[in-house]
């Protein structure tokens, strides 16, 4: 079985299936079908499989022209209809795996995902997960139920994790020049997989086993929460002895050795950094070991949402304003600079407590002229001199690259700079203040 599964990969007669057609599926199914691959993407949703056959892509980091060009050259199906999966010798599934309220793991998109394959899989079969989940879930998760219909893994089936690295709005870093770690519950496993990731990603990286490979990307979004934890804290650190954070760390960063910069902010959002470590703190809290190092960057990270309404509610107190009845403009309310997502944003929760202090709370962010939260739609308004000028405060939450900062704090009275964005403008009407412009309390 494997040696004609590789030979099918390596003629590219197999036919690829891909599971979840979001940020990360998408711009995999391209990739698989511009290696020369039949891919038969599969979602849920019926809207964006009509969009998709009908050429049009709904992910910021894929061109509509490219799903276009492969549906027209008949190298990519998008399809609702999962007994499809029948005819795929090989699966990715990259679906959603969001924690619950209680920050436990919500493994519900993985175990349809599994069900629907496990219902069409066949000997000759391999099924990659992608989706960021604890370590043991390929062999805990997904053995069971396909081995369920009396295949063999490593024999007749194949199961390996393969962790997703799309790093949204990365102008330099795509899915075919970032290196995709694989790991197999069987070194035959292994090799398929990397077989066929090695067809359409530039470099493969195998390792000895799936909970390996589901740990390297836990270890690559914890590495990141604790860090940003560690500058968040550093902010806090600079406000009490009243010194720049950003110029702490940009002199730190000149070190050529030995250190890494990251920025300080409003909080951490997105799908991944916030919860990912969540994922491997779960796993180990059922083998009684509290995973300190997650549990303390989770704790400070969620505390600037707070820390930066404490700076606004301050900045207005020098003016002899109150927070209640004050307007304030939130300037960016994506989760990150550039991009349109607006998931776990630090912006909903900076939102919310100045709303909760009494404030008239509006938004502006060129990427989301409006959102919907709790049912409730949210539309933003124009960045336009009288808004500006009508603002008690200018919270810069997310700083979008194409926003003009210096229009900004030229109109605006005051500005709450959260991201280090109004370093070089010419003086301005506005009052600068950043995260560690006051002693703190
Ligand atoms: N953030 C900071 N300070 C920093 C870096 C980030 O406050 O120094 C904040 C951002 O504003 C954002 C959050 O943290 O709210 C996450 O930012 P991120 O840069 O980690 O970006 P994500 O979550 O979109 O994507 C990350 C990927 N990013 C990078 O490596 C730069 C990568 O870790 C993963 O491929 C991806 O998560 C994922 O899907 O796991």
Redesign the pocket.
């Known amino acids: 079985m494997k040696d004609q599964l590789l030979k099918r990969i390596q003629d590219r007669t197999a036919v690829v299936g891909v599971v979840g057609l979001g940020y990360v599926g998408l711009p995999l199914a391209i990739e698989f079908a511009r290696a020369g691959f039949t891919v038969i993407g599969y979602d849920v949703s019926e809207p964006i499989v009509a969009a998709l056959m009908a050429g049009h892509s709904h992910i910021q980091d894929v061109p509509s022209g490219a799903v276009a060009a492969e549906v027209a050259a008949g190298r990519f199906v998008a399809t609702t209809n999962e007994s499809e999966l029948r005819n795929c010798d090989t699966v990715s599934i990259a679906v959603p795996t969001p924690l619950s309220k209680t920050r436990d793991p919500d493994m519900s998109f993985v175990q349809s995902a599994t069900e629907a394959i496990a219902r069409n899989c066949h000997p000759g079969m391999l099924v990659v997960l992608e989706s960021?989940t604890y370590p043991g879930t390929t062999r805990e998760v997904m053995q069971p139920r396909i081995v369920e219909k009396g295949l063999t893994v490593g024999k007749d089936v194949f199961l390996a994790f393969s962790p997703?690295?799309?790093?949204?709005g990365n102008p330099t870093w795509h899915t075919k020049n970032t290196p995709k770690v694989v790991g197999g519950l069987t070194p035959e496993c292994t090799e398929v997989a990397t077989a066929l990731y090695s067809a359409c990603i530039d470099v493969v990286v195998p390792v000895a086993s799936a909970e390996a490979a589901e740990l390297v990307k836990l270890l690559?979004?914890t590495f990141?929460a604790v860090n940003?934890g560690l500058?968040n804290e550093m902010a806090i650190v600079c406000d009490k002895l009243g010194v720049n954070v950003w110029e702490v760390i940009d002199a730190a960063a000149t070190k050529p050795f030995g250190f890494m910069k990251?920025?300080?902010?409003p909080g951490?959002?997105?799908h991944?950094?916030p919860l990912?470590p969540h994922y491997l703190a779960w796993k180990m809290r059922t083998l009684n070991y509290k995973t300190r190092f997650i549990d303390l960057a989770s704790e400070i990270n969620s505390e600037m949402p707070e820390f930066v309404v404490r700076k606004v509610a301050r900045a207005l107190n020098d003016e002899r304003k109150a927070t209640n009845g004050s307007r304030i403009l939130v300037l960016g309310v994506a989760?990150?600079k550039d991009i349109d997502d607006m998931r776990e944003s630090?912006a909903l929760d900076v939102m919310r407590l100045l709303e909760q202090r009494g404030a008239i709370v509006s938004f502006h962010d060129p990427y989301i002229p409006s959102f919907r939260e709790d049912g409730v739609i949210h539309t933003g308004v124009a960045l336009t001199r009288e808004q500006l000028e009508s603002s008690d405060a200018v919270v810069i939450v997310t700083d979008h690259s194409g926003v003009d900062y210096q229009f900004v704090v030229d109109h605006a009275t005051l500005v709450v700079d959260t991201r280090n964005s109004t370093l070089r403008l010419h003086p301005s009407r506005a009052r600068l203040v950043t995260l560690t412009s006051h002693h703190g309390e």
Not at 164 to 168: I, L, W
Not at 262 to 265: A, D, K, M, R, Y
């Open positions: 960021t997703e690295r799309v790093d949204p690559e979004n990141r940003i500058v990251f920025t300080p902010g951490i959002g997105g991944c950094i990912d989760y990150k630090p």
